[in-house]
Every structure is written in C-alpha cells, then in structure tokens.
DNA sequence: CAGGATCCGTTTCGATACTG
DNA sequence: CAGTATCGAAACGGATCCTG
C-alpha cells in the first residue's frame, strides 16, 4: 500500500492546474478542477463506499462477500485507507467483540451526489439490468433521494 | 491494456448488484446502483476527460505536458481506450497532418455533471489552491455552468 | 468463525529511449 | 508530433495462515 501512503504525503494527489492559455477553456484564470485521485483512481475504494452508502454493508464480511469479489488482503488496505482519510470510522459491534461496524463519516456521506451522479450517467450509457422505475424516480428527485439515504446514517 | 479489454468484453464491470437483503439499505428491490469500473477505476481516464473538458486540451501533446506528467505509453492507451468506448472521438488537423485533435463526444459530454460534483466535493474537503469566486459561482450556478461549457463543444 | 496479515506468482504500471 | 518498445518497479489477487 506504498501508494496510499505516498499520495497522502503529497498534496499532488489533489491534481493542481497548470497554467491556462488554453483557447478554448472555460476559465479565465487558473482552472479550479480538481479532482481527487486518491478516490477516482482506485478500483475499489469507490466500490466500497458505493456499497456502504447504497446497499447498506457494514462488516468486513459483508464486503469480501460481494458479488465484485475483492481479495481480503484488498479489501483491508482500502478499509484501512478510506478511514485514514476521514471517510469512514469503525467501531466494534456490540454485540459480537470480533465484528466491526464501518460507517460513512459526514465526509463520505458528501459523497452520495457524486455517486449518484455517476450512477445516472451509467443508466444511461451502459448496460441496466436493475429497476427502472427507480432509477427514474432517482433522477427526477435527485436532492431527496440523496436526502434519504444521508439520513439513514444521520 | 488487457484490463479495458477485459472489462469491455465482460458485462462484469458494470458491477451488478448482490441480493438485497440488508436492514440498511435504501433499497427494496436488487439495488440499482452501477457504477461504470472501467471509469472511475483508473487514474488517468477520468484525467483525460478533465483535461479535455475542463482545460480546452485537444492534442497529445497538450496532455503529456499536463502537470501530472502522464507517461507517453499510458496516455496512448487512455486516449485509445477513451475512443474505444466512446467518449472521446480523434479528427487530423487541417493544418497539420501530424497533429490529432481530440474532443469528447456526447457520451463524454454528459460526464461533465459527474466531474463537477466531484470537483464541488474536492473543494469542500481538500486542499483549494484555486479562486474561490469561481468554486463559488459554479455552486450556485451549476446547471448553467454545465450548460457553457458544454455549448463550447456543440 | 470474523478480521486481517503474509506469501508469492501474475499482471499492470510508468520512466525512458526510440521510431515513423 | 504522436505514438511504440523495453524493462524494472509496483500493485493485484488467490491461497493460506494467524489471532482473538
């Protein structure tokens, strides 16, 4: 997991503009696009917020057993990692001391529209095996759909 | 390249949802929530796409001066993998038979609402290195802002 | 049995040199 | 200018092992 390590370190990972004398950009100063790498550029870590915000999974074996099937060893390095970063937090089970509970942060639940918005991009694009009445539902009320699911972790 | 190959063969990437039985999800039928791997799980695809949309870049070598210094081999295969699915469509200039032009199709298009919120997101948690009158107005006037710079390439 | 660490062969990345 | 070819480094991922 040295890469995790090494886009933490460095404030890179948070794709800085270059200059702009680009014709046909929209900005008129520098470009104020950026992008967090450490997020959209790893296969998984999308994957298991996706699965924490939207199918409501909580323990390590809720994830590992995921249609995606995700190696153990994976899965940990990237629990580990979206908890160093503040999106999500742990906590032992109450009622079982070798469960742990992981739960978005306010940081992560932030996340949902962009998640969302991918989601309908996606329905639109690619492949939809999944209900379509939902997926209009969500894009005609987009803002309280992502209310919804907020306040289920609320 | 056999990554995109593979998930362009495989109906897998666009990670079909598990059962559904968990109290907490939002869901009450399989959960439609897709997210496009072949995307968001690559550092530079989505690069490519800002760089194209957001900073007017058309050219490889606009891309390989960019400030992450992309390896020429990697943004060869980005710029490919982007045209083969349809993002990104490639014309020769008429100036310069050596130069070719990239620009996102309507399919890349409509990324831009995706890419926005997570630039929204970006700036609310990390580091913003960038005027905040423009974060600021881009809030507040999304759709319109989406709207112009999509009209720069229609 | 849950969470996760270790080992290890395989795949992919990415810096540089090079080519049409 | 727009890419390939090469090759060492890094990450993946499956199996297995460890620990409470």
Redesign the interface.
């Given at each position: 997991m040295d890469i995790f390590a090494n886009l933490m370190r460095s404030?890179?990972n948070?794709?800085?503009?270059?200059t702009?004398s680009?014709?046909?950009?929209?900005?008129r100063?520098?470009?104020?696009?950026?992008?967090?790498?450490e997020l959209?550029?790893?296969?998984w870590a999308?994957?298991v917020l996706?699965d924490i915000l939207?199918?409501?999974?909580?323990s390590f074996k809720?994830f590992s057993?995921?249609?995606?099937r995700i190696a153990t060893n994976i899965l940990a390095s990237r629990l580990k990692f979206l908890t160093e970063v503040g999106l999500l937090e742990s906590e032992v089970s109450e009622k079982d001391a070798r469960v742990i509970f992981y739960k978005p942060t306010s940081?992560g639940l932030?996340?949902i529209?962009?998640?969302v918005?991918?989601?309908l991009?996606?329905?639109?694009?690619?492949?939809?095996?999944?209900?379509k009445a939902?997926?209009e539902w969500?894009k005609k009320n987009t803002k309280k759909f992502i209310a919804?699911?907020r306040a289920?972790f609320e």
């Open positions: 404030p890179e948070l794709i800085p503009m270059t702009n680009q014709a046909n950009s929209p900005w100063s520098p470009c104020p696009v950026n992008i967090s790498l959209v550029g790893d296969k999308l994957l996706r939207f199918k409501g999974f909580k809720e057993q995921s249609k995606e940081k932030d996340l529209p962009v998640i918005s991918l989601v991009w996606v329905d639109k694009y690619e492949k939809h095996s999944v209900p939902e997926i969500m919804e699911i289920k």
